[in-house]
Nanobody
Framework: VQLQASGGGLVQAGGSLRLSCRSS????????MGWFRQAPGKEREFVAS????????YYGDSVKGRFIISRDNTRNTVALQMNNLIPEDTAVYYC????????????????????WGQGTQVTVSS
């Protein structure tokens, strides 16, 4: 199963980026979708997750109020709108899919996810 993430790049602090992740193989609406990130030398960190039909979301404390996760099940895509970026947001961002009926706080844990994308690099310059 392939999850294809895109939209990363280099941006100045205070700027915005929009990441996108899509899959042509999953029955998309059956999966909770999440975004994680990993900076060099650091552990993978939860960023955001969204329930199967988009009615519920979770955010990591470091991105609350700046990032917005959304999904379009008709296009099999999940997006992460990142605003007011800071250098500490620099990382490889991964999308992931969890096959589950209901989203619980376990969606904040990487072990809950069944499929992962290849990652897209986000670099924020100061």
């Amino acid at each position: 199963v392939q999850l294809q993430a895109s939209g990363g790049g280099l941006v100045q602090a205070g700027g915005s980026l929009r990441l996108s992740c899509r899959s042509s193989e999953l029955t998309f609406s059956s999966y909770i979708m999440g975004w994680f990130r990993q900076a060099p030398g650091k552990e993978r960190e939860f960023v955001a997750s969204i329930s199967r039909i988009g009615g519920g979301t979770y955010y990591g404390d470091s991105v609350k109020g700046r990032f917005i996760i959304s999904r379009d099940n008709t296009r099999n895509t999940v997006a992460l709108q990142m605003n007011n970026l800071i250098p500490e947001d620099t990382a490889v961002y991964y999308c992931a899919a969890e096959r589950s009926i209901a989203m619980t706080k376990t969606a904040m844990e990487s072990d809950a996810y069944d499929y992962w994308g290849q990652g897209t690099q986000v670099t924020v310059s100061s």
